[in-house]
C-alpha cells in the first residue's frame, strides 16, 4: 500500500486553484468533456422530468458516476504535470480496452448508486402520508410536509449512504488510472487517505458536492467549466494525498 500524507484545511482551495490553472492550460479536452457530462445531463432531464423516482436514479448515478467520466481529463492532467502538450487524443487513450479495472469499479457505483434509491424509495413510500410520483409530489409531500422528520431522515440516510460511497471513491479513481494496483487496493487506499486528513477530505467532498449543484443549477450549462475544473482538481488532491511513486505505473 502506498504511504499516505496528511494536508490541512487550506489545500482543498490549493487543488482548486491548481484544477483551474490546468482548465486553462488544456481547454479543448477540459471543454469536451464538459460538454458531453452537460449533454447527458440535459437528456436525463428531458427523459425523467414527470417522474421523481426516475429522475432521482438517474441523477444519483449521474453524481456517483462523474468521477468515473473524467478519467480522461486525468490522464490530461498528469501530462500537464510532466511538462507534456496533452490533446484530446491523450484524454482518449485513459480508456483502454484491454484495462477493465476502471469498468469494474464503475460497475460497483452503479450498485451503490441503486441500493440508494431503492433504499430512498423504501423509506419514503413506508412513511410518506401520500404517494409520491412525480418531483411535485416530493416537494408537497415530503419537503414541505408540516408534520414529522421524513425530509431529515431522508437526507440523514443519505449522507450515511453517501459517506462510504465517497471515501471508496474519491482517490481511488485517478489511482486506478495512474497506477497498476487492484481495485480492493485503490479502494483502501482512498480510505487511508480521508482517514489520514477527515477534515480537510470531509471539506473537499462538500465543495465537489457544492460546485456540482451549482453547475447543476444553471441548466447544467455550469457542467460544462465544473465537471473538468472538479476533474483537474481531483488529480492534484490524488498527488498530495497519495505517495505512489513505488507503486508500476498503469501500461
Given amino acids: 500500500m502506498p504511504p499516505m500524507r496528511s494536508v490541512g484545511f487550506r489545500q482543498p482551495f490549493v487543488w482548486l486553484a491548481r484544477g483551474w490553472h490546468d482548465m486553462l492550460a488544456a481547454p479543448v479536452p477540459a471543454l469536451a468533456h464538459g460538454l458531453i457530462v452537460a449533454g447527458f445531463g440535459l437528456l436525463l432531464l428531458a427523459v425523467a422530468r414527470s417522474h421523481f423516482w426516475l429522475l432521482a436514479g438517474a441523477f444519483s448515478g449521474f ?63 413506508a412513511f410518506a402520508p401520500a404517494p409520491v410520483h412525480q418531483p411535485l409530489d416530493f416537494i408537497r409531500v415530503v419537503v414541505l410536509a408540516e408534520q414529522g422528520w421524513l425530509f431529515e431522515g431522508w437526507l440523514a440516510l443519505g449522507g450515511v449512504l453517501a459517506a462510504p460511497v465517497y471515501a471508496s471513491s474519491v482517490i481511488a479513481i485517478p489511482l486506478l488510472m495512474d497506477r497498476r494496483v487492484g481495485i480492493l487496493d485503490a479502494v483502501l487506499a ?62
Avoid at 510532466?82 to 457505483?109: K, M
Fill in 63 to 125: 453524481l456517483v458516476m462523474g468521477p468515473i467520466a473524467a478519467t480522461g481529463l486525468y490522464a490530461v492532467a498528469r501530462a500537464l504535470e510532466r511538462g507534456e502538450a496533452p490533446t484530446l487524443a491523450t484524454a482518449l487513450a485513459a480508456w483502454r480496452p484491454r484495462d477493465h479495472r476502471l469498468v469494474g469499479f464503475g460497475l460497483l457505483l452503479c450498485a451503490a448508486g441503486t441500493a440508494w434509491v431503492l433504499t430512498s424509495a423504501s423509506l419514503i413510500r
Fill in 190 to 251: 482512498s480510505w487511508r487517505a480521508v482517514l489520514a486528513s477527515v477534515g480537510p477530505m470531509t471539506l473537499w467532498g462538500a465543495l465537489l458536492l457544492a460546485i456540482t449543484l451549482v453547475g447543476m443549477g444553471t441548466a447544467m450549462l455550469g457542467l460544462i467549466v465544473a465537471v473538468p475544473w472538479l476533474a483537474y482538481a481531483s488529480w492534484h488532491a490524488y498527488r498530495d494525498l497519495v505517495g505512489a511513486g513505488g507503486l508500476p505505473q498503469a501500461a
